[in-house]
């Protein structure tokens, strides 16, 4: 693990003590607050994968026990038994999830996890484990970034690929573009980049059918990330339903009663079709990618999550526990916004991006 600055360790005090003044005169009312992992791995592991969405195995043992700390590790059970009506959770619940299962968290994450006992979900996109298939953002940053240059042309559009910046560059509007392109279309501009870089196949990084089962025998809950990741609001009726409802056929076949009715929706991408597709497979609890803190009377189909980035630190997710520091966060962020843009809608729900 890097040598933490002084600025950083300067800010990791001021966070401290936020967090500190914001648990002391916080409300009464019960909250959940939901954090989320995608990757927890060394810097030098698998370069070939996107590096923004892993956390450092130090870090991340740092902020889990920051956890059982600041917090009260709750389990899946514990939020649906809640939905269905039952007893209260404690003050400062909290509840770990893992997207797309990633093969580094059961090597780097889920020891931590189990040895101080902290219950924790992984939603599953069920097309990948034991396929020699990547994540369409993984490919992206490994054709980008293996691109001989000097310049790389996709979609209409060409990048300069003279340095590590250039290529970061190229590859961060490449993912915008994927993301706001219908599904297939999107997926088409990923093969054109990765033709175009010369990439042979792709190297599984999820985990195994196998390694999955290990973790739910120990303890590890199971939960849906549909079957191929799809943006949920750029595909049809029909997909929609099977990926969903598919997803969690092939989830009970492979893991049996490790398998919660729990959905996270990809990219947090959803619509009102994908929240009654949801419903209608049996999902009791979804998980957005909106940036909050669960409050005391959800929508139990659209829960927010604290994402947790490679920039996070211990304190950082501590003082984001708090539904009071993301109504302030929220409000800064809008009055910014305003007066950028006299013309902005006050209304506008603003989706914090702390990592």
Known sequence: MAE????????DQVLTTLAWAVERRAG???????VTYHRVAP??????????????????????QMLCAHANPVSIDDLLAVSAGGPALPARAVHVTFDDAYACVEQHAWPVLRDLGVPATMFVPTRYPDQHRAFWWDRLH??????PGPALSAGGRTWPLASDLDRARARDELKVMVGDRPHREGLALVDEVWERAGCTAPVSATSSWQ????MASEGLAIGSHTRHHPFLD???????DREIAGSLEDLRQQLGSAVRPVLAYPGGHLDDRSVASAARAGIRVAFTTSRGVVSPEPDWLRLPRINVGRRASAPLVRVQLRPET???????RM?????SRPDVNRSTPWRAQWN
């Not at 009464?28 to 939901?34: H, K, W």
């Not at 490994?142 to 691109?147: D, F, G, L, M, R």
């Not at 993301?326 to 409000?331: G, I, M, P, S, Y």
């Open 326 to 332: 993301h109504r302030v966060h929220n409000l800064v």
């Open 4 to 11: 933490r600055t002084s600025r950083e360790r300067a800010r």
């Open 43 to 64: 810097d030098d592991e698998r370069t070939d994968l996107l590096p923004g969405l892993a956390v450092t195995p130090e870090a991340f043992e740092q902020q889990v």
């Open 142 to 147: 490994q054709a980008v970034t293996q691109h």
């Open 234 to 240: 750029q595909i049809d009726q029909e997909s929609l």
């Open 211 to 214: 390694g999955l089962r290990r």
């Open 335 to 339: 009055a910014q916004a305003s007066k």
């Open 28 to 34: 009464r009312a019960p909250t959940v607050a939901v």
